[in-house]
């Protein structure tokens, strides 16, 4: 049993430590998409990230003087010319958007007005197509800024509906391209559930902190006060963030969350140099870094809609899926580390310092990439 613990131990460690820089935050893009209207005529607004678009459009239609003209307006940070470099180009974007975004069975007539705007502090631009539908339409399909495309990874279009007495949200991604508008709240429940797993599943960061909870924990008590102190903070600031109450740049939220991982993990080699368990002092700072992880949390979700019951329920079922990834991540590790520290309590405390350090030094490395 004790081979078995630290080959688990081990296994799990190396999973995390070594995976692919790539899951971490970054490289990624979120499209935002509002569907309004009647079976046989929708409306939809589509928010893009402004430089991802221009460099995406003129590379799928080999326009390179949108390219010139969309960079160099971008460069300057001017509104007015990215807009109109879209507007000169509105044929090229047309084809670009159309060819990847869908409404089925239905006709869009091109956007010929593109205005800017900004989300986490980042350019975007928003077009309107309108659809004429035969019949209403049963699946709208998003597969704008494909990992095949080369530029970012993870692309995920969150979409809100209110078509032919339907309201709903959605979230779709490479996996999940399409939605019916009609779709029952347990089909939604999932796609959310979905997504909240994936993200902390996929982000590395987030991960790591956990680690370095489990790791500076001595008794069952100490990594569930822990954990439940990380999430309660952060369902709080995820909700505020995610709702517009509160915001943050992303520019100052994530080198802190990548600060907060060395820290939590300095702490526990700190209470191992002086052989002493963990303090209230841990709770406190796990619950003001907790803070900061759920606007990132909040961030990745990208919505900033007006409140909404809709709205709401997407949030929480989004945090259910956070939640239950970090409680299987604890149930998965913690008793490993526990079978191990009873077997053999200095090799328990050598890996667990191990674990700690090697956590710290990469909580490091981000926090110096991210300023």
Not at 158 to 166: K, S, V
Not at 180 to 195: D, K, S
Not at 264 to 293: I, K, Q
Not at 335 to 363: D, E, F, I, N, S
Request: hydrophobic share 55%; glycine share 8%; aromatic share 10%.
């Amino acid at each position: 049993m004790f081979r078995l613990a630290v080959v688990g131990l081990a296994a799990a460690l190396l999973t995390v430590l070594f995976a692919p820089a790539a899951l971490a935050h970054g490289f990624s893009s979120t499209v935002y998409l509002t569907v309004t209207g009647e079976p046989t005529r929708v409306d939809t607004k589509l928010e893009l990230e402004y430089d991802l678009l221009v460099v995406s459009a003129a590379d799928a239609e080999g326009d390179d003087a949108l390219f010139r003209a969309g960079t160099a307006a971008f460069d300057d940070g001017d509104d007015t010319a990215m807009a109109a470099a879209l507007h000169d180009h509105a044929a090229a974007v047309n084809r670009y958007v159309t060819e990847r975004f869908t409404v089925s069975g239905c006709t869009a007539a091109p956007a010929d007005v593109f205005t800017m705007g900004e989300r986490e502090g980042v350019p975007y631009a928003t077009l309107q197509l309108h659809w004429a539908c035969p019949s209403a339409p049963s699946a709208i399909r998003a597969t704008l800024f494909s990992d095949e495309e080369g530029y970012v990874k993870g692309v995920k279009t969150i979409a809100t509906y209110d078509l032919g007495g339907h309201r709903g949200s959605a979230a779709l991604d490479s996996q999940h391209p399409a939605f019916a508008p009609g779709q029952t709240w347990y089909q939604r429940f999932w796609e959310f559930f979905r997504l909240g797993a994936e993200h902390l599943l996929t982000g590395i960061d987030h991960i790591l902190f956990l680690l370095a909870l489990i790791a500076g924990s001595r008794r069952l008590r100490d990594v569930v006060l822990a954990a439940t102190s990380f999430t309660l903070a952060h369902s709080v600031t995820f909700i505020l963030a995610a709702l517009g109450v509160v915001s943050a740049p992303a520019g100052l939220v994530e080198p802190v969350i990548a600060l907060s991982i060395a820290v939590v993990a300095a702490l526990h080699l700190w209470n191992l140099r002086r052989d002493t368990p963990p303090s209230n002092l841990r709770l406190l700072v796990v619950f003001a870094f907790g803070l900061v992880h759920g606007l990132g949390f909040a961030g990745a979700l990208g919505i900033d809609e007006p409140f909404s019951w809709t709205l709401l329920w997407s949030l929480l079922v989004f945090n259910v899926g956070i939640e239950v990834v970090q409680l299987g991540i604890i149930a998965a590790t913690f008793p490993l580390l526990m079978v191990l520290r009873r077997k053999a309590p200095a090799t328990g405390r050598w890996v667990t310092g191990v674990v700690a350090a090697g956590v710290a030094v990469m909580g490091l490395v981000w926090f110096f990439q991210r300023i």
